[in-house]
């Protein structure tokens, strides 16, 4: 039973992980779409500076946000995750 417990973390430890850094993925793609888009239709170079570094600065605190997110997670799986498991299991039975 420990053993299948053991598994059923950290297979749901992998797949938050999974979404989290898909999550970072798609962020990035849209703060670089977003600012595409935006550069035909400003014509002024600093406001394109100010457009570029703000997203820069939004993108990093996110990803390092979700970094510490994901290592704090790895830390603390048995609690955060045996305790999911448990109470899914307490939905799911009989009643």
């Known amino acids: 039973m420990a053993n299948d417990l053991q598994s059923r973390v950290?297979?749901?430890f992998a797949?938050?992980?999974?979404?989290?850094y898909a999550f970072?993925?798609?962020l990035?793609?849209?703060l670089i779409?977003?600012?595409g888009s935006l550069m035909?239709?400003?014509p002024d170079t600093g406001v394109h500076i100010v457009i570029l570094v703000s997203g820069v600065i939004v993108g990093l605190f996110n990803t390092?946000?979700?970094v510490a997110m994901i290592s704090h997670y790895s830390h603390d799986r048995k609690f955060i995750y045996?305790?999911?498991?448990?109470?899914?299991?307490?939905?799911h039975a009989p009643r």
Do not use: G, N, Q
């Open 10 to 12: 950290d297979a749901m």
């Open 15 to 20: 797949r938050d992980k999974l979404w989290a």
């Open 24 to 26: 970072v993925v798609v």
């Open 28 to 30: 990035w793609a849209t």
């Open 33 to 35: 779409f977003v600012y």
């Open 40 to 42: 035909p239709i400003i």
């Open 64 to 66: 390092i946000s979700i």
């Open 82 to 91: 045996e305790l999911d498991i448990r109470h899914l299991d307490e939905r």
